[in-house]
């Protein structure tokens, strides 16, 4: 595998709607992230992706772009862009921006010019189909529920296609045209220094054409949208020609949102010349998910937590780098999904962090996760904000739940957990902005906060910031960052453990993830206790005895 300046690095994200307001406007801006670089430098960070900064009507935040070529005034202004390419700069931090390409929002200006001719220019960037005798063109069912079409603005005879919401129509990339206009877009914005992209729901670019229907799975009769994903096939002539004419000639960072992708594919996606740099292991997130909705999901125990994560360190091997996240803006928390009820703890949040921090590959640090921030408790819909989260209450009401139940379900999986106000200290609205905040904060802010951990020396934060020293420490570096990694017990139950190795050293890394004590024997000499999440460790030659939630990274 071909090494790559970004590998040793540790990634964040920022949600900016979210992180720091800077005006008291209730909405995090470019200004508020700019005042926290220092904060992220010293958390150890090199690498922000931005969500969506851009023009947009916020009907999916941001990931609905009116105008590809400004930034949205709620965020700030291209001058505050420009501070904070240049002050990351000055602390050696490289910016990536979200790339949202396979739909735009209806308010941009080529979805109002194809509502006005769609037998023009811009009716061709995007998918508008005659209804045939009333009918839609096909059954798909959008990702936010309801069919993929929806009536063209001015024109009852036609419908244009959305296979997220009917505020983002799809660009049609089968159009030259079009995609001339999304290549011009990417190099301007890496022209001004940008280091590069987190793309955005890639996958979907390509469609099964013609339009056809496929099998309903309930009695809307309609088809989740992974048939149509499956039969796709031509998505890599695009995506290689993207790559050829934008993000190689800059050896820009890219990091793939992919879902979906056929078996063998990881080579051409993120192999040696691959289409992005990496792509985010979702293997995790995914699991027990239901194409029938939230409420059918399975919730993930810890073995299957362990089981999720060998999987894709098997499967990427040595082709190359998979980004490895515990949560994003799509996500509820991690601690709250990945840790059984009742358990989390600041030791145990530790112990998450160290079994997926220390995995082979780039991690990718969600905005307050580094503090241990918990899902919210939302009891009512009218809390929520969040598209999906509206959608599948409705889907949990039509398969016969309560709205009790419906709202449980919410709770636990809504996007809206990890998208309440960072949480900067105990003071009002956990110190995020001097307004009202646009979502509400989460009411724990004044027990977990930035400001009470950074003074704690065995906070969840100091223990992230020894995660990502680690991973930069000239003695380990090598190891922690391309060791290979082997897992170790796998059939022991509530047990993580798994070795990074190199030339140099071997690591072991051990979590014990549940609240009795386990004890394991390990086969090596045991060197040095080079983290652990907890004060001490009890050890009786080479049998040692984790406490509950301990976790460890051994030199062996
Ligand atoms: C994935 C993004 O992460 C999510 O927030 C968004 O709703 C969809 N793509 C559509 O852009």
Not at 109 to 119: G, I, L, N, S, T
Not at 314 to 340: A, M
Not at 426 to 452: C, M, Q, V
Not at 529 to 551: E, H, I, M, S
């Amino acid at each position: 595998m071909e090494r790559k300046w970004w590998h040793k690095k540790v990634a964040y994200q920022i949600y900016p709607k979210s992180f720091c307001d800077s005006n008291g406007d209730g909405i995090g801006d470019l200004r508020g992230i700019i005042s926290k670089l220092d904060y992220l430098k010293e958390l150890g960070v090199d690498i922000i992706w931005l969500s969506p900064i851009y023009c947009s009507p916020l009907a999916d935040q941001g990931y609905d772009i009116s105008d590809y070529y400004n930034i949205d005034p709620r965020f700030g202004t291209m001058e505050d862009m420009e501070e904070l390419l240049a002050e990351a700069k000055k602390r050696d931090m490289h910016i990536l921006m979200d790339l949202v390409v396979n739909h735009c929002s209806d308010e941009h200006e080529w979805f109002k010019k194809a509502c006005e001719d769609p037998d023009g220019k811009y009716g061709k960037y995007f998918y508008i189909k005659d209804y045939k005798d009333g009918k839609l063109p096909c059954n798909w069912r959008s990702y936010f529920g309801g069919p993929v079409w929806e009536p063209l603005p001015g024109h009852p005879d036609k419908c244009y296609l959305h296979v997220f919401h009917k505020k983002q129509p799809d660009l049609n990339w089968e159009n030259p045209e079009l995609r001339e206009e999304i290549y011009t877009m990417i190099n301007w914005w890496l022209d001004k220094g940008l280091a590069g992209f987190r793309i955005d729901a890639i996958i979907n670019i390509k469609k099964a054409l013609p339009f056809k229907d496929y099998p309903a799975d309930r009695d809307d009769g309609l088809a989740p949208i992974q048939l149509m994903l499956k039969e796709a096939t031509g998505v890599g002539e695009f995506l290689g020609e993207m790559r050829d004419r934008t993000f190689a000639k800059y050896d820009a960072f890219t990091a793939g949102e992919v879902f979906d992708e056929k078996p063998g594919d990881l080579p051409l996606f993120i192999g040696d010349g691959g289409y992005f740099s990496t792509m985010f292991d979702f293997n995790e997130t995914t699991f027990g998910k239901s194409d029938l909705g939230w409420y059918a999901a399975t919730r993930i125990t810890p073995d299957d937590y362990r089981n999720r994560c060998f999987e894709s360190q098997r499967k990427i091997g040595d082709i190359g780098f998979l980004s490895n996240i515990i949560e994003n803006h799509d996500e509820p928390r991690g601690v709250s999904f990945y840790i059984p009820d009742g358990e989390v703890t600041p030791t145990s949040k530790k112990l998450l962090a160290t079994m997926n921090v220390m995995l082979r590959g780039l991690p990718f640090i969600y905005q307050g996760q580094e503090i241990g921030m918990e899902n919210m408790e939302f009891t009512s819909i009218d809390q929520i904000d969040d598209i999906a989260t509206l959608d599948e209450y409705e889907v949990s009401i039509k398969a016969g739940l309560t709205p009790e139940e419906a709202m449980k379900v919410a709770s636990l999986h809504s996007r809206d957990n990890a998208r309440t106000p960072f949480q900067w200290n105990d003071k009002a609205h956990a110190g995020f902005t001097t307004g009202t905040p646009w979502l509400t904060e989460n009411p724990n802010y004044t027990r977990i906060n930035l400001e009470s951990q950074r003074n704690d020396p065995d906070s969840v934060y100091q223990y992230y910031r020894k995660l990502t020293a680690l991973r930069k420490n000239p003695e380990y570096a090598e190891t922690v960052v391309y060791g290979e990694c082997i897992p170790a017990w796998e059939d022991r139950h509530n047990l993580m453990a798994y070795y990074r190795k190199s030339s140099e050293k071997t690591l072991l890394v051990i979590g014990n993830y549940q609240t009795e004590p386990q004890t394991v024997t390990i086969p090596q000499e045991l060197k040095k206790v080079v983290l652990n999440n907890l004060p001490t460790l009890v050890r009786d030659g080479k049998t040692l005895t984790l406490a509950g939630y301990q976790a460890v990274v051994l030199e062996v």
